[in-house]
């Protein structure tokens, strides 16, 4: 029984969020139905309850903030209206606002009215922030203050004794103080998890000896560039680069000659090429180079810019000059392609490249010789 009920209110407080928007603003939707939700039970309550005993004006003021609440928890559903979560928690914070500022004038049912003023600060802050809810909040104190202790009861419609008066600023004050400090708290715990997250998020999207993407990290930037090349209709390509004889390299310089390597062949290849193509480290002595706008005959003429620029490329560990050359397997991705077909197609030119003797590219294109053997057979 529980359980059906619990369903039922949680699904009547997601209204207006939605799978595709992100996990923050499903729950900035969330957070402003529960307030207006709670903001228009209570109001309706107190309005019947303002009724039966003959309170009328009481009982307007508060059938009117029920309407209003209920309309903020509504207006999620008119996307056409923009922002929506702007527009309700704007009203719904400035009926708020106002209904305190009757409740003082008034005095509510027997001088109780300012009691519900406590609401304020934690709604202030949670709305706007710690800075912009703090200056609400202060506004809000000069106004209640100028009400109360304006000469000749000037500005509220019923004795409030003095001691009333007092302790009721100095609590307040207290209660905002109180709630200024969890929110200031809330706000340093929250930027700070957000930053730890970014950096797991950096991290695992990266390789931590390289700086490059690693496979996952690549992910993203190839279903985006591949996606931008089929809109476009524009060439795309990637080359699958591998270190040749990696091995021997790990045995003669050690693990440390190997990671040096690695590390200095990333710079080279993320300087040789343009800002728009990415470059990712596929696998151990594996990397990805993906390029935007390019067929596969510029990839060619670039893959063999890299390849001779690693064949010269004066690399000195520990003393000792290590020599090291590349094998790189090209293709351009055709929209009849996914991207895995259009990697494993690249791979397969790598595995013919180091079939034929290694430090070349494979397939050998052109301007003038553009050929796309055994592509077709092949996916
Ligand atoms: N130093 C270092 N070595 C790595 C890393 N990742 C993979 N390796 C090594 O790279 C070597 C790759 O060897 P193989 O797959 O046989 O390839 P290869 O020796 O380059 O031979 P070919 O590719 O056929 O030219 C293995 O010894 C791995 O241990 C790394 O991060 N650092």
Redesign the pocket.
């Known amino acids: 029984m529980i359980s059906p009920l619990k369903n039922l209110l949680a699904n009547y407080l997601k209204v207006g969020t939605d799978s595709s928007f992100d996990n923050d603003t499903n729950q900035q939707l969330f957070v402003s139905n529960l307030f207006s939700f709670i903001g228009y039970m209570v109001t309706f309550v107190l309005a019947i309850s303002a009724l039966v005993r003959n309170n009328n004006e009481l009982a307007i003021w508060l059938f009117v903030s029920s309407c209003v609440f209920f309309f903020c928890h509504h207006v999620h559903r008119f996307k056409q209206l923009g922002d929506t979560i702007k527009i309700s928690t704007r009203i719904i914070f400035v009926m708020l606002m106002s209904l305190m500022l009757f409740l003082v004038y008034s005095g509510g049912h027997a001088q109780t009215g300012p009691l519900w003023i406590y609401i304020v600060p934690p709604v202030a802050f949670f709305f706007s922030g710690l800075k912009i809810g703090l200056i609400n909040i202060l506004f809000f104190i000069v106004v209640v203050s100028l009400m109360l202790f304006a000469p000749n009861e000037m500005f509220v419609g019923t004795a409030y004794s003095t001691e009333f008066k007092t302790r009721l600023l100095y609590s307040f004050v207290t209660v905002t103080l109180l709630f200024g400090f969890y929110e200031y708290s809330r706000q340093k715990s929250y930027e700070f998890i957000r930053e730890l997250s970014d950096k797991f998020e950096q991290q695992a999207m990266h390789d931590p000896?390289t700086n490059l993407p690693n496979r996952r990290g690549m992910r993203e930037f190839l279903d985006h560039e591949y996606k931008r090349s089929r809109r476009s209709n524009s060439p795309l390509s990637v080359l699958l680069v591998?270190?040749?004889?990696?091995?021997?390299i790990?045995d003669e310089f050690l693990?440390d000659?190997?990671?040096f390597v690695?590390e200095d062949l990333s710079r080279l290849f993320v300087s040789s090429v343009r800002e728009q193509d990415r470059v990712a480290r596929w696998g151990?002595?594996e990397f990805l180079f993906l390029l935007p706008e390019t067929n596969s005959t510029d990839a060619f003429t670039l893959a063999e810019k890299i390849r001779l620029a690693v064949e010269k490329h004066d690399l000195e560990f520990a003393g000792r000059r290590i020599s090291v050359t590349i094998?790189i397997g090209l293709n351009e991705i055709t929209p009849d392609m996914n991207i895995d077909q259009a990697i494993n197609l690249a791979d397969h030119y790598l595995y013919e490249a180091?079939k034929a003797g290694?430090n070349q590219t494979r397939p050998v294109l052109s301007s003038n010789h553009a050929d796309n053997y055994e592509k077709n057979t092949l996916l």
């Not at 591998?242 to 021997?248: A, E, G, R, V």
């Open positions: 000896l591998d270190i040749d004889y990696f091995k021997k790990n693990h000659g190997g990671d690695l151990g002595e094998s180091k290694r």
